[in-house]
């Protein structure tokens, strides 16, 4: 069927959840299910000296407490990691404490409540030891990175310095960004139940199949040994897309205790032990001539890891690809403090490279006493500034242009305070949103069943996104059939393998192999058909598939449906596998990103410094769009995410122990409806047939890049104070 992919199809998956049929990783039950709770460390660093456990042994329904002193001990490779895709964990096998709430204990009882009040019975005495907490007194100490998860940590070209030194314009300041946590809806959950050597794992995983691999190195057992299945999640965002501790806590304890063993964090555990953004301090620096054609750009970065495992914050990345610049150097570098390690979260790297290069950028231009707009234009990469090489698409010009003219652009008054809505002061601001076209190898399996209809299979995950949904349309297309008569199965590492869903990935590396499956299995059946003396397409050369029925292109009468041609031939499904991935040749022909254009309004109240959004205006340019619902939904939701970054989300911990200080909902703010305005987000029409075959993007990310830049940009024109610092909150505007 014509026009399936691309149709606001509402999600196939959208009743079970709203219904509540949809089991997530902590919903999973199994015979004799035992509850575990996870005991955290209550310093930064030293050891412990001793453990008193035997209250909570005691305790009514205990039926273990694992700690140091009596947790297997696991093969020499569980300690090692390979970072980012594998983490380094805290599983209990010396008594060292690096951080924080590092795990170092797991209580499993009969009950949930059972388990929570012995875990309060777990008394630890401790060695401790002077933690490195403060980021601004270790940075003498920082460090380059051996390599980043999309190139080298320090990239340049041409002579920046000198240029700079030159430059008739120049520009130079640091932004730095807070350390922020994920907060999905669902908290990490995992069901852990051995079946002799056989390992069943339920749990809420970005990547099902490195979960697997993550289990079987870490407990030393051959990877078809382990199973793992997720075939909903709560929310990921990048904290879901590692195995960490819990999971392989969660396997062990079951071992021991010979019982499934289901393991749900609490709120506040989700805050340390499963990853945060880091803090980064990022130096800019921007010269131009008089006519704003830049001709140096530097951007170095710091940030910070853990004492245990490198993870960088790129943010220096979007440098390397944003504006047309002969000179350009971009550096990265680590700062070791006793926190737990950083994560991917939401667009790690562009999220915060944008809020930091998109407000120099504004700088810039009002140095210049130019318009921001037309100083981006000016600058207009045509191709990758760093590389040289070609986009495989790029619409970031009409993206501009269209979302000026939505916002109405032309009519700002370019002064700093000349715009107001009664006492309120009014701003507004705009930046460039980018992410990387990501793509990495992904398996599929299409069979048409019996009945006509058809079974997707393949090893992926949906984390929210709509990946059930765009499978089945892109099924539905390359077959013929209605989206209704596709059946999707994911989730499962018994199926074809895929990807981790992150990176903006998913849909662009698995619908590719979706679509070559599906054509294999609709030309089997035409083979079929035409080859068939029995069928009204016998010997007919000009077949086309659509609603469940093969028919002639030339006389519609002639024609017959799927479940016809299967019965006569015997009933067996048609059944065809595929594998989609990006050449090393494409890979080096082409530079391959998404782009766009964030426009916001903010209200200042002069006096007590609160800023309100008003309203936001984007347009991207992210390849074909594969189903136009959920994409808007994907988007505005980057965007409101965007917003909790620039005026609300920071974690706040002590200085002096190392405790995060408000590691509640309550406390660590996300925006609520009352927050968010007006979003207005369109699309330029763009099919990008050089990244893959159904020319589509990944969009899960991109939404948040700009947003917190645009923002600050309007209040800086709202009340011509200018913030580096997120999140821009009442102190910082009345601040003197």
């Not at 301090?281 to 940030?303: F, M, N, P, W, Y």
């Not at 990008?688 to 917190?708: R, S, Y």
Request: charged share 20%.
């Amino acid at each position: 069927m014509s026009n399936v992919v691309g149709a606001p199809l509402t999600r196939i998956d959208g009743r079970a959840k709203v219904c509540g049929e949809a089991r997530y990783a902590g919903d999973f039950d199994a015979s004799r299910v035992a509850h575990a709770v996870l005991v955290q460390s209550a310093i930064a660093k030293g050891r412990i000296s001793a453990v008193h456990s035997e209250k909570a042994a005691a305790a009514p329904g205990v039926l273990l407490v694992m700690t140091h002193t009596n947790a297997p001990k696991l093969p020499e490779a569980a300690m090692k990691a390979n970072p980012p895709g594998e983490r380094a964990l805290s599983l209990l096998q010396d008594d060292v404490v690096r951080y924080n709430g590092e795990p170092v204990a797991v209580v499993v009882a009969e009950t949930l409540e059972q388990a929570r009040f012995a875990a309060m019975l777990v008394e630890f005495e401790y060695a401790p030891d002077t933690a490195a907490l403060d980021f601004d007194a270790a940075k003498a100490s920082a460090y380059k990175p051996l390599e980043l998860t999309h190139g080298p940590p320090d990239a340049g070209w041409g002579d920046a310095d000198t240029a700079l030194k030159g430059a008739a314009v120049q520009h130079a300041a640091t932004y730095s960004t807070p350390m922020e946590s994920h907060n999905p809806m669902e908290p990490h959950a995992t069901l852990a139940a051995w079946h002799g050597d056989e390992l069943v794992v339920h749990d809420a995983t970005q990547g099902v199949s490195g979960a697997r691999k993550a289990l079987a190195k870490k407990l030393g057992i051959d990877e078809k040994n382990v199973r793992v299945l997720s075939p909903y999640i709560g929310g990921g965002f990048g904290c879901k897309g590692s195995a960490w501790s819990h999971v392989v806590l969660a396997a062990m304890a079951a071992r021991e205790v010979h019982r499934p063993v289901r393991l749900v964090l609490e709120r506040t555990q989700m805050f340390g032990p499963v990853g945060h953004r880091p803090h980064t301090e990022q130096r800019i620096a921007l010269g131009a001539d008089r006519e704003g054609r830049l001709v140096a750009v530097k951007h170095d970065v710091t940030s910070w890891t853990s004492t245990f495992e490198d993870w960088t914050e790129s943010s220096a990345m979007v440098t390397r690809v944003l504006y047309a610049c002969p000179n350009g150097s971009t550096t990265h570098r680590l700062v070791r403090l006793n926190l737990g390690t950083p994560t991917f979260q939401r667009a790690p790297g562009e999220s915060t490279g944008t809020f930091a290069l998109e407000v120099a950028m504004d700088e810039l231009a009002v140095a210049l006493a130019m318009d921001p707009l037309d100083l981006r234009l000016r600058n207009y990469a045509e191709k990758d500034p760093l590389e040289g090489k070609p986009f495989s698409s790029k619409s970031l010009r009409e993206c501009y242009r269209q979302a000026a003219e939505r916002f109405g652009w032309s009519k700002r008054d370019s002064k700093p305070r000349s715009m107001r809505a009664g006492r309120t002061l009014i701003g507004w601001g705009m930046a460039t949103a980018t992410y990387p076209a990501n793509r990495m190898p992904a398996k599929a399996t299409v069979r048409l069943l019996a009945d006509g209809s058809a079974l997707v299979q393949c090893g992926t995950q949906d984390i929210g996104t709509g990946t059930y949904t765009i499978i089945a349309q892109v099924a539905a297309e390359a077959l013929g059939l209605p989206a209704d008569r596709i059946q999707v199965n994911i989730g499962d590492t018994d199926l074809p393998e895929a990807p981790v869903s992150g990176g903006s990935m998913t849909a662009a590396s698995v619908t590719p192999a979706v679509q070559d499956a599906a054509r294999q299995v609709r030309d089997k059946l035409v083979a079929m058909a035409t080859a068939d003396a029995a069928s009204p397409l016998h010997g007919v050369q000009d077949v086309d598939a659509d609603g469940g029925w093969l028919r002639s292109r030339s006389d519609r009468t002639r024609g017959e449906p799927f479940a016809a041609i299967i019965a006569r031939h015997g009933g067996a499904a048609l059944e065809a596998s595929a594998e989609a991935k990006l050449t090393k040749e494409e890979k080096q022909k082409y530079a391959m990103h998404s782009f766009g254009a964030v426009f916001a309004e903010v209200g200042v109240d002069p006096d007590l410094g609160e800023v309100r959004v008003r309203r936001i205006v984007a347009t991207y340019g992210v390849g074909r769009l594969l189903n136009a619902k959920t994409a808007l939904s994907q988007l505005i939701g980057g965007i409101v995410w965007g917003v909790g970054m620039a005026l609300t989300e920071e974690t706040r911990y002590d200085r002096n122990v190392g405790r995060v200080l408000n590691a509640n909902l309550a406390e660590y703010h996300v925006p609520v409806n009352a927050d968010i305005p007006e979003i207005d987000v369109a699309f330029v029409d763009e099919d990008d047939q050089n990244f893959n075959p159904l020319g589509a993007k990944g969009i899960g990310e991109i939404g948040i890049t700009g947003v917190a830049a645009a923002i600050a940009n309007a209040v800086y024109h709202a009340t011509g104070k200018r913030i580096r610092d997120l999140p821009i909150t009442p102190d910082k505007v009345i601040a003197t």
